[in-house]
């Protein structure tokens, strides 16, 4: 089994910001892709930015210059620093990581959520 915690979310004024971290933990042989989801309320659930274990970085249009993905492969964590924050940017984040359990056996889950909303 895979744990994923989530953490960093809550309130921010419009032109803040917050950092998100989400932690993997348990049977974990390595882990490949990270990355970091949305779902504002009456939306789609999206791509914000995803991160390969060799650092490779991806970004939606939306996150581009403001957001920026990290990972510490030692602590299978995964971060989402968010500056100049939007009301726009309001939603639940949800970190997914891929990986494998052990030879043959991979894993994709997804964390609980964290809610992010930002105020104008």
């Known amino acids: 089994q895979v744990q994923l915690v989530e953490s960093g979310g809550g309130l921010a004024q419009a032109g803040g910001s917050l950092r998100l971290s989400c932690a993997a933990s348990?049977?974990?042989?390595?882990?490949?892709?990270m990355a970091w989801y949305r779902q504002a309320p009456g939306k789609q659930r999206e791509l914000v930015a995803r991160i390969t274990r060799g650092g490779r970085t991806y970004y939606a249009d939306s996150a581009k210059g403001r957001f920026t993905i990290s990972r510490d492969n030692n602590k299978n964590t995964v971060y989402l620093q968010m500056n100049s924050l939007k009301s726009e940017d309001t939603a639940v984040y949800y970190c997914?990581?891929?990986?494998?359990?052990?030879?043959?056996?991979?894993?994709?889950?997804w964390g609980q959520g964290t809610k992010v909303t930002v105020s104008s």
């Open positions: 997914n990581v891929d990986g494998i359990i052990r030879i043959g056996v991979p894993f994709d889950y």
């Open positions: 348990g049977s974990i042989l390595s882990i490949n892709a």
